[in-house]
């Protein structure tokens, strides 16, 4: 989850994530993210250089029956192809309609999406609703990478991790990589990708 922090006026200082808690009580998550999957389509489509772009959804949008259409409807507007896209998801609750959760899944990936959850606060067992894992990425946050240049233990684990990752056929995006000293620390790892303020955009590590 971001970090960052706004200024409103009248409330002061917020961070991202109590503005994104502030939509879901509202019940305005899913306007917002298509607000942003809207904006980001109308960017890809000026690009001239195909890239995939990855963004996080709320998991109220797989329990919109019309979601899939509009998804859809926009990446012909923009010329786009679900293959230009990486879904990711925090958690995937359980629900009262977790076949109507499960057919969108399976919809975003028969067009082409691949499917990323944020870390294992996700409970990634239970991505995939009871049957095989429908993603391809996980992404983990800075937590899992600001002390491994100096403590054995959080680079320990991060391998570990990793590990767990490869064997599920996950490919690791790691943010929050911002040393150079880190880079060094993952350069043993020919499948994760890394993002931060060091490299930009998702990268390899090798």
């Not at 409807?73 to 990711?88: A, C, P, Q, R």
């Not at 040393?179 to 060091?198: N, P, S, T, W």
Request: one cysteine or more; a negative charge; proline letters at 1%.
């Amino acid at each position: 989850m971001c970090t960052a922090k706004s200024r409103n006026p009248e409330f002061g200082d917020f961070s991202d994530s109590q503005y994104i808690q502030i939509l879901k009580e509202t019940g305005l998550i899913v306007q917002f993210d298509r607000a942003i999957l809207e904006a980001a389509m109308k960017t890809m489509s000026t690009w001239t250089q195909r890239k995939t772009v990855v963004l996080h959804l709320d998991s109220d949008q797989l329990l919109d029956p019309t979601f899939t259409g509009y998804f859809a409807d926009l990446l012909k507007e923009h010329k786009l192809t679900g293959h230009d896209f990486v879904f990711s998801f925090d958690t995937l609750h359980r629900s009262d309609n977790a076949q109507l959760m499960e057919n969108s899944l399976d919809e975003l990936i028969r067009m082409g999406v691949r499917i990323a959850s944020e870390g294992f606060s996700g409970d990634i067992s239970n991505f995939g609703l009871g049957k095989k894992l429908r993603n391809t990425y996980l992404i983990l946050g800075k937590n899992w990478v600001k002390d491994i240049a100096f403590d054995d233990s959080s680079y320990e684990l991060l391998v570990n991790l990793v590990r767990l990752a490869d064997c599920m056929n996950l490919r690791v995006i790691l943010h929050g990589v911002e040393h150079a000293e880190q880079v060094k620390c993952l350069m043993e790892f020919k499948r994760l990708l890394v993002k931060g303020d060091i490299v930009g955009s998702a990268k390899r590590a090798v």
